[in-house]
């Protein structure tokens, strides 16, 4: 979706998109960067005695903050379906990514470890998390597995050597939990 004007009456059409829609719906592009400084043109306006634009202002942004939630219950619900199957979702905004390649990976990690471990009877030790410190093109991993691409503040879990390797170039740091 395309960049548009942020009104009372997007952000009410969106907050009810989200409401009825089962999966994230598409948002315009840099929402939530638009909503912020809709929201500071929107303070600036409205005078401290202005009880209409008051109230208006605390239904923007408890619309807001319902888009948010919303959004952020669909995010993880899109996670661990993608840890199970690998689909990605569809709309997620590049504000979100970051959240949910986080989750996806937390996901991944506990199924590797404790799944793992559940059906073999063998305990792992669990795979460091990483957070990238630039774009990172993908890469074919040790295992012969494909990595990437990824986003500055993307995590990820990498194969032990690979991991190495960029932490030794500073392309990545380790998280520490």
Request: aromatic content about 6%.
């Amino acid at each position: 979706m395309t960049e548009e004007t942020i009104t009372f009456e997007l952000i009410r059409k969106i907050q009810l998109d989200e409401q009825k829609a089962t999966t994230l719906t598409r948002l315009p592009t840099n929402f939530f960067n638009a909503i912020s400084n809709y929201l500071e043109q929107k303070k600036k306006i409205v005078a401290s005695d202005d009880r209409k634009g008051a109230l208006e202002m605390k239904t923007i942004e408890r619309l807001v903050e319902d888009i948010f939630n919303r959004r952020e219950r669909k995010i993880l619900n899109a996670a661990i379906i993608a840890a199970r199957s690998g689909l990605p979702p569809e709309n997620l905004g590049e504000e979100e990514r970051p959240f949910y390649n986080s989750i996806v990976a937390l996901v991944k990690n506990r199924r590797n470890d404790l799944l793992k471990s559940l059906l073999t009877g063998r305990t792992e030790a669990a795979a460091p998390m990483v957070v990238f410190k630039e774009d990172t093109p993908a890469f074919l991993g040790i295992d012969e597995k494909t990595y990437g691409p990824f986003k500055k503040s993307d995590t990820a879990i990498l194969p032990e050597e690979n991991m190495r390797i960029l932490l030794e170039r500073g392309i990545i740091e380790e998280v520490r939990g």
